[in-house]
């Protein structure tokens, strides 16, 4: 089993930056892909970006390209969500979740059901 423990949310106004990171642990060499996703009220979770382990592939949609970065540090056993010029639209609850199977097409990277650890969650809040 991974553990992941999210940090850095926090409340920013419109405009600003914020980074998030995620520290994993446990059986960190069973993890195929990283990824970060968000939940805003009412609404459904939503797949942000992702970064396989091994390698540099990354995964992101449109609206987040530009705006978000993920990286890793694979010694650190960390991935980071660099978040520029941030908008009300972006206030949510960040969940890191890492995937622990191999194999298939790359775009199960963008579906939550890949994953199968997750962390507890880091509000942010953008203010207007």
């Known amino acids: 089993q991974v553990q992941l423990v999210e940090s850095g949310g926090g409340l920013v106004q419109a405009g600003g930056s914020l980074r998030l990171s995620c520290a994993a642990s446990?059986?960190?060499?069973?993890?195929?892909?990283m990824g970060w996703f968000r939940q805003a009220p009412g609404k459904e979770r939503e797949f942000v970006t992702a970064?396989?382990?091994?390698?540099?592939?990354?995964y992101y949609t449109e609206p987040m390209k530009g705006r978000f970065t993920i990286s890793k540090d694979n010694a650190a056993n960390t991935v980071y969500l660099q978040m520029n010029s941030l908008k009300p639209e972006d206030t949510a609850v960040y969940y890191c979740?890492?995937?622990?199977?191999?194999?298939?097409?790359?775009?199960?990277?963008?579906?939550?059901?890949?994953?199968?650890?997750w962390g507890q969650g880091t509000q942010v809040t953008v203010s207007s």
């Open positions: 446990g059986r960190t060499f069973s993890i195929s892909a």
């Open positions: 970064i396989r382990w091994s390698g540099a592939n990354i």
């Open positions: 979740a890492a995937a622990t199977t191999y194999g298939g097409s790359s775009s199960r990277y963008y579906t939550g059901a890949t994953y199968d650890c």
